[in-house]
């Protein structure tokens, strides 16, 4: 080391500042400089001279890379340099090579697929979905990529570029604004994985969803619920259906505020008529865990009649010498197809609903699950966090407090469910007389007009 020269040690680099409005350096001797800029950024530097010329090369960030870092690479630089070899030149073709040794097992296009082979959690509609987003937006310009050649700019301008998505034949803002929310979603498995599983040694550099400036979500478009004032004549008319089948479908789904999804999928061993509840496998549940929903003793009695019409109409196949359509075995869905080989299509709730009236061209079936709540809080006066956790979107430790948060304190969770499902269910069939009242009135009321105009 060069006499005069004082070695720098941690402290005085931590507390070093630029404050001159000039470049500033920190000499730690032996050719290891600190480079002090204005803005307080501070970046090691190693000066040495090659074909009796000085040259200065960077050799990392400080704090990323330490004092103790920092004298180790500028050692390693000395002995190049001594060797005749400029320290860029190695350090750059190392990393080549550690990018081609790299380049099967870090190549995002095979992560990807160990992460889709083996994610236990995600259902087969969520690794289509997915799917669909790698092949359609990432393979092309990330695929043949290893995850070291990727950064942070790259990835963010991949998810940035997806382009509007077409919805039934127009082209929609939200939907494009889900896709690229899914894309990040799937980049961060990707690269959680092969840091936590294939020992990648780079940080995550998947793009934060707020970084990107969505397009605004519209909640209230995708959810949209029946409004207040026609919520009795809803109900009336749902009652009304003629098909036995869509009518409880539709009260089902109204009274329990499930997803259609797993509604659609419900079959007879997963109701309990004893218990008056319906027991959902985790399979069909959006949550992954399993789900026990409670029932009136309406929705009992008009399932069990259901099932009974179902057996009739079996019977009578039967004896007109055609093969029975319906199947009631446990593993059976409930609610099929007219041939019974099916279950319902996920669409079907929304279907009836449109065809409740001009009141109700605007609902969606998500938007029932938008009523209760909205209900819940604004005439119960229930919690949120109790609701979420009746709606199944809160577990784990949102259960304890749930529970203490029912309106006061109820120690018995099912109980309190149960209290929850009775206060929806008389709010429901209040509003429902209310309707019904009313057309009495405004019919009373015609009478009397015409009487008196006869």
Not at 8 to 14: A, K, P, T, V, Y
Not at 53 to 81: C, D, F, T, W
Not at 306 to 313: D, P, R, T, V, W
Not at 422 to 444: F, H, N, P, V
């Amino acid at each position: 080391m060069p006499y005069g020269v004082k070695q720098l040690n941690n402290r005085q680099i931590q507390l070093a500042k630029n404050t001159t409005g000039k470049v500033k350096y920190l000499n730690d001797g032996d050719g290891l400089l600190l480079k002090l800029h204005a803005n307080g950024s501070k970046i090691w530097l190693m000066r040495f001279y090659l074909d009796r010329k000085q040259r200065y090369i960077h050799l990392g960030h400080y704090p990323l890379m330490s004092l103790l870092e920092a004298r180790s690479k500028k050692n390693q630089g000395k002995k190049l340099v001594g060797q005749g070899i400029h320290p860029t030149d190695y350090w750059n073709k190392n990393k080549e090579d550690n990018l081609l040794n790299a380049s099967k097992k870090f190549m995002l296009s095979n992560v990807y697929q160990k992460v889709m082979d083996e994610n236990k959690d995600w259902s087969d509609s969520h690794k289509t979905r997915y799917s669909g987003i790698y092949n359609n937006y990432l393979k092309k310009r990330l695929g043949g990529l290893t995850l070291y050649q990727i950064d942070k700019t790259l990835l963010k301008d991949v998810v940035k570029s997806i382009p509007k998505v077409k919805v039934k034949g127009v082209f929609k803002e939200t939907a494009k604004h889900s896709t690229m929310a899914q894309s990040t979603y799937l980049l961060n498995h990707i690269y959680n994985y092969a840091i936590e599983e294939l020992g990648f040694d780079q940080t995550n550099p998947t793009p934060n969803v707020k970084t990107l400036k969505l397009p605004q979500k519209d909640h209230d478009a995708h959810h949209k619920a029946v409004k207040e004032t026609f919520i009795g004549e809803y109900w009336y008319k749902v009652k009304q259906l003629q098909n036995i089948e869509d009518r409880v479908f539709l009260k089902l789904n109204i009274h329990t505020v499930l997803r259609v999804n797993s509604q659609t999928c419900l079959t007879w061993r997963m109701f309990d008529p004893t218990r008056k509840v319906l027991n959902i496998p985790k399979e069909i549940m959006k949550a992954r865990r399993s789900f026990t929903t409670h029932l009136t003793d309406e929705l009992v009695e008009d399932i069990l009649a259901l099932k009974k019409h179902k057996q009739n109409e079996n019977k009578e196949k039967k004896e007109k010498g055609y093969v029975p359509i319906h199947k009631l075995g446990k593993d059976d869905y409930i609610f099929t197809t007219p041939d019974g080989e099916r279950h319902y299509s996920n669409n079907r709730c929304a279907e009836l609903i449109k065809r409740l009236g001009e009141n109700f061209k605007e609902a969606t079936a998500h938007g029932n699950r938008t009523l209760f709540h909205v209900t819940a809080k604004q005439q119960f006066s229930v919690p949120s966090e109790t609701i979420e956790f009746h709606l199944a979107h809160k577990r784990g430790d949102s259960r304890g407090q749930a529970i203490n948060n029912y309106m006061g304190v109820i120690d018995d969770w099912e109980k309190s469910r149960l209290k929850l499902v009775r206060l929806w269910s008389e709010y429901l069939d209040s509003k429902e007389k209310a309707y019904i009242l009313s057309i009495k009135t405004i019919q009373k009321a015609q009478s009397s007009k015409s009487k008196k105009s006869n």
